[in-house]
């Protein structure tokens, strides 16, 4: 079945509710943060993205890292990490004991600035602090480029910056790369060029997206991604998530939509699609309304 | 840069909102109905569905089939068809003189009863009527195959009795065939599966589809329709539309969701996205509310 449409076997889908997901809602009581967890986990997500070691002030939605990180060991099996802004953020995170960490460089300076406090090539200076620190404790880097796409202060990213982003991260010790499409605009067409284009620059160093669906072209951009070969994917429940220095940044893809195509194409996730809507409700209890869930809505379609 | 996703350069776009799209909505005057269709030609739309010749009593948004035919030919370069659903519509509709029409045979016979007051395959033996009547008019008869994937009555449709439908409407003087995925069931590798299927069966008829977005699979099945080839898509503005004998039928993929993808990955459509926009807008305002098209909420990526 999936031959004719040219799809990968399996992808690896990582859970971004917990981080991108919360970071812009109110506070709450890491008990409800940790009873997500659960439903996830028990979904079959086998890699989630469990919190932000950012400034408390900034993000006050996350300023809990350290107790949801005190829990982790709780659950066998699952790769947790967390997102870090800055080497202070990682050495946090690996004294709460996550050492999978993705650092976040904004191929922009616009973006650079709201969401770290410093140019671009400044933060991309740093890679080399954050992987220090990360293989000290014997865990990886992965280097995420935000606005890899469109910039809402700065424009159209260059694909060059990008480029050339991403093979300087690499060189400075990420071991992963992640195109981050921060305020959904990305298409297939421009998601097909970008992944050619880093690739060729750094073609031994895997590559994954995190795609928003703002303008209603995630499900079709993650197929294209999979077609591409691209095998790590980002989602959240719900479509939870956005981001609070990126106006008009809505959503993420959700991660039960993305695990309902995969499903329906032959393409192995790993999890459990009626769990996963178990947990977009839960998501929907915890954050006090109904999500943009039109697969929750209408349900399976095998109703069985 | 389309040569990564294997899509082909132009499409043909038939916007359906005249009457999926409108279908299901309270009676309202013809003259709305022509200020939407303004908006629709001015955007660059060149195949319009404008009506449905069905029973007045059963679908009576749409009364008024022989009014709106009477305007049709005021617009130029247009190719409009109608719906029908019986030989007696498809008089009607030559009377009116709209000679392109689209008759429905539903693959089950839950549906075809609720849609139609007959069996699919009584349905199916009055194709050849149907085809009568147009050729004597000197039009072109197309068969839309309803519930092709499933049906909300009978479960999912066997391929095979979707396959000899096709066969036999063919034979019996249909010209193009249309796969309906009338309640939003269908992703891409079952497009995939059924595409193949049917063309073996009618390798030289035009294969069009039908999508609806129930469960946001639209986007990522359209783009997979067209990589497979398919270059006959129905989409209605705004993603108006539903079927009102189809429980759990929702709104049609949108046609400036459609026309963005497009766009975005340079299949030509001949549509103007910022005209599309506009006539998303007076949708809303014809029917009296928000429709769920993001694209219109967020705007397009291209602010120029």
Chains 1, 2 share one sequence.
């Not at 709460?96 to 770290?116: C, M, P, Q």
Request: aromatic share 2%; with cysteine; glycine share 10%.
């Amino acid at each position: 079945m999936t031959g004719a449409l040219g799809l990968p076997r399996s992808i690896r889908l990582r859970e971004v509710s917990l981080r991108d997901g919360l970071q812009i809602e109110a506070p709450m009581p890491t008990s409800a943060k940790l009873e997500l967890l659960d439903a996830l986990v028990a979904a079959g997500l086998r890699r989630i993205e469990a919190t932000a070691f950012v400034s408390p002030s900034a993000v006050p939605a996350l300023a809990d890292a350290a107790e949801v990180a005190a829990h982790l060991s709780e659950y066998q099996g699952v790769e947790f990490s967390a997102l870090v802004a800055s080497p202070g953020g990682a050495r946090r995170a690996v004294d709460a004991g996550v050492t999978s960490l993705e650092y976040v460089v904004s191929a922009s300076d616009g973006h650079s600035r709201a969401n770290a406090g410093r140019a671009s090539a400044e933060a991309l200076a740093r890679v080399a602090d954050v992987a220090g620190i990360v293989n000290r404790a014997g865990g990886r880097t992965e280097v995420i480029v935000a606005v890899a796409w469109d910039c809402p202060f700065d424009g159209p990213t260059p694909p060059e910056a990008v480029v050339s982003l991403a093979r300087r991260a690499v060189e400075s010790g990420a071991e992963r790369l992640c195109l981050g499409d921060t305020i959904g605009t990305v298409t297939p067409g421009r998601m097909a060029d970008l992944v050619a284009a880093v690739r060729q620059a750094c073609p031994t160093t895997p590559l994954g997206v995190h795609l928003h669906d703002t303008r209603g072209m995630g499900m079709a951009t993650a197929l294209a991604a999979m077609q591409l070969g691209v095998l790590d994917l980002d989602a959240s429940i719900g479509g939870l998530g956005g981001c609070p220095f990126a106006p008009g940044a809505s959503g993420n893809i959700a991660t039960e939509e993305l695990a309902y195509l995969c499903r329906e194409v032959g393409v192995e996730t790993g999890t459990d699609l009626a769990a996963l809507l178990e947990a977009v409700a839960l998501a929907e209890r915890i954050v006090g309304r109904p999500l943009e869930s039109r697969l929750l809505r209408a349900g399976d379609r095998r109703r069985d």
